[in-house]
């Protein structure tokens, strides 16, 4: 399985980004999928997931900016990311579940205060 990330970038706060991972096969074979991200230093969080049943949990810091969906026709999870913050600043990683666990190359997002 292949987890192919894109759409980080530099921005000033205040601003978006739309963070896509086109994944190699239909994403409803997966239970789970979702974002991460870590931080210079940091482990590796939860930003969003969003099962195949469609229920979503985001983490606390996030809720209210960022927004997770998915294209099933195209195969492709966004993470749409508003309000940034530079606090926000790390390499986010898309992530994939089916009993087995898949990872995404990792998309750097940077947030300038």
């Known amino acids: 399985v292949q987890l192919q990330a894109s759409g980080g970038g530099f921005v000033q706060a205040g601003g978006s980004l739309r963070l896509s991972c086109v994944a190699s096969?239909?994403?409803?074979?997966?239970?789970?999928m979702g974002w991460y991200r870590q931080g210079p230093g940091n482990q590796r969080q939860l930003v969003a997931r969003i099962t195949a049943g469609t229920q979503i949990d985001y983490a606390d810091s996030v809720k209210g900016r960022f927004t997770i969906s998915r294209d099933i026709r195209k195969k492709t999870l966004y993470l749409q990311m508003n309000s940034l913050m530079p606090e926000d600043s790390a390499v986010y990683y898309c992530n994939a579940n089916s009993g087995a666990t898949y990872w995404g190359q990792g998309t750097l997002v940077t947030v300038s205060s």
């Open positions: 096969r239909n994403i409803l074979s997966f239970k789970v």
